[in-house]
């Protein structure tokens, strides 16, 4: 990523020289997306870099209550494999994540913004015995959830025994972080953790920011086209900032000494209850699982279409020539999510 260390951005090296990077243990996880997104560039001429920046932007889009991720397109493709270690682990100390951001001009709020990422992520390879598992109650949807959960008093290891990078959970079956938990009691970020926990809509803009400004790394717009109209505006989001069943204020364990924090509703029902997948690469449908395929029918000849959950086709209609994208069907058929506001009592 950071050219100084020898990376080259965000180029697609990880799925154009996977023989390489997926032996580094940050991308374990990533072997079935390398080897599919591969298939979709040798068949459609399309950059490496492009086809996983598309990728990201409509997977987002399908979980409700994400931002629309810019999306440009034109990257030349990688050069080279990038060297080990510049992806950050779970082991990893705040200082040291922040900085290794902030060689890439990715500063202090956006990186606590991009860690929503981890609201609507699963945990498949850092612990094996309990693949699937989410970071959060609300794994479905991109929402504050899982910046409350983390300041929730952890009780519970998800797996059998505990993971280098892991730490225990406030509810069964949730895979709570090591970096998470620094991230929310750091000097650092606490404050900003607590902020987030209570507007999803800060962490939503924020986080579409953050996520076009990680694409960006190593280029400049005025190398890339705008593509942004083959981009699905996301389905709404359909909670508000909350503790999960059986959780309260009492559970909260604060850092930040300059603010304070609400009580929230407790969801009502029983402690919800997350069983691992049972497989390594999606056997849970995720909310960011679409299904991309070539283009079938006359015409579609160097097409990529993403199928989401609602059924909403989007086609990406590419011309390497020119680095052009369009769209075939309006992407534009949703409703805009709203931006929600904490329901503090
Ligand atoms: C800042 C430091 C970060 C660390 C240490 C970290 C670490 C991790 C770890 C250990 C997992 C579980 C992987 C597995 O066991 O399969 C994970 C999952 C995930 N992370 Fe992060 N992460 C970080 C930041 C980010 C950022 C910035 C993004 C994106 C903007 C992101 C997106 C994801 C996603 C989408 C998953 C779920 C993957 C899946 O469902 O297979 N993470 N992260």
């Not at 409700?64 to 080279?80: H, K, L, V």
């Not at 300041?151 to 949730?174: K, M």
């Not at 404050?191 to 400049?220: K, N, R, Y």
Request: charged letters at 15%; aromatic letters at 8%.
């Amino acid at each position: 990523m950071d050219p100084v260390l020898g990376g080259g951005g965000a180029d697609g090296s990880v799925v154009t020289f996977f023989d390489v990077e997926g032996t580094f243990p940050q991308n374990e996880g990533l072997g079935t997306m390398a080897e599919f997104l591969q298939i979709l560039v040798d068949r459609h001429e399309i950059n490496a870099g492009d086809i996983l920046h598309f990728a990201a932007a409509v997977s987002a889009a399908n979980c409700p209550g994400s931002p629309q991720i810019e999306f440009w397109m034109g990257r030349p493709p990688a050069s080279g494999p990038s060297p080990p270690n510049l992806i950050p682990n779970p082991t990893d100390s705040v200082e040291t994540i922040l900085n290794r951001f902030a060689a890439i001009n990715i500063g202090t709020v956006e990186v606590v913004a991009l860690l929503a990422a981890h609201s609507i992520a699963r945990m498949y390879v850092t612990d094996r015995t309990v693949p699937g598992l989410p970071l959060d109650t609300t794994p479905e949807i991109f929402d504050s959830q899982f910046y409350i959960e983390v300041l929730l008093n952890g009780t519970t290891f998800a797996g059998n025994r505990s993971t280098p990078g892991e730490v225990e959970a406030a509810t069964p079956g949730i895979f709570r972080l090591e970096s998470d938990l620094n991230f929310a009691h750091s000097p650092l970020t606490s404050c900003l953790w607590q902020q987030f926990a209570l507007q999803p809509g800060q962490v939503q803009e924020i986080f579409g920011e953050g996520m076009f400004d990680l694409s960006l790394v190593g280029h400049t717009k005025s190398s890339l086209t705008d593509c942004n109209d083959v981009i699905p505006l996301p389905l709404l989001m359909t909670t508000f900032p909350h503790f999960p069943p059986g959780e309260g204020f009492s559970d909260l364990q604060l850092s930040c000494s300059t603010s304070s924090f609400p009580t929230l509703t407790t969801a009502p029902g029983p402690v919800p209850t997350f069983t691992p997948a049972g497989c390594e690469f999606p056997g849970v449908p995720s909310c960011w699982f679409i299904s991309l395929t070539t283009m079938s029918g006359t015409g579609g000849g160097n097409a990529v279409e993403a199928t989401l959950s609602d059924g909403l086709v989007v086609a990406l209609v590419t011309d390497t020539q020119t680095a052009t994208a369009e769209s075939l069907v309006s992407p534009a058929s949703r409703t805009a999510a709203p931006i929600t506001k904490s329901t503090a009592v």
